[in-house]
């Protein structure tokens, strides 16, 4: 059984910050996806815990910033300059396969945050 435990989240004028907490344990592969409403949910960011890999989508690179604390079990998600565009549901997720990259096994989601960016 993996444990998740999401923090974080809010509203935030546009152009602000905030930051995504996500205790995952156990895990190789934590990650953050978001779902606004009407839209199919899509990766944002995830790193291996297993390795040095990690990926962002291209709409918030050079704005988020996935990081993770020593031993590891916390990830952060940091956004800066957000946009009206970055509101919806965020969701930590987890997978204990190393496949990171294949969307399709990740199988450990929490409950999600809301991130709401007004223009």
């Known amino acids: 059984q993996v444990r998740l435990e999401e923090s974080g989240g809010g509203s935030v004028q546009a152009g602000g910050s905030l930051r995504l907490s996500c205790v995952a344990s156990?895990?190789?592969?934590v990650g953050w996806f978001r779902q606004a409403p009407g839209k199919e949910r899509e990766g944002v960011a995830w790193?291996?815990?297993?390795?040095?890999?990690?990926y962002w989508a291209d709409s918030v690179k050079d704005r988020f910033t996935i990081s993770r604390d020593n031993p590891g079990n916390t990830i952060y998600l940091q956004m800066n300059s957000l946009e009206p565009e970055d509101s919806g549901m965020y969701y930590c997720?987890?997978?204990?396969?190393?496949?990171?990259?294949?969307?399709?096994?990740?199988?450990?989601w929490g409950q999600g945050t809301q991130v709401t960016v007004a223009s």
């Open positions: 997720a987890a997978l204990r396969d190393l496949r990171c990259w294949e969307e399709t096994l990740w199988n450990h």
């Open positions: 790193i291996s815990l297993a390795g040095d890999k990690d």
């Open positions: 156990p895990a190789n592969c």
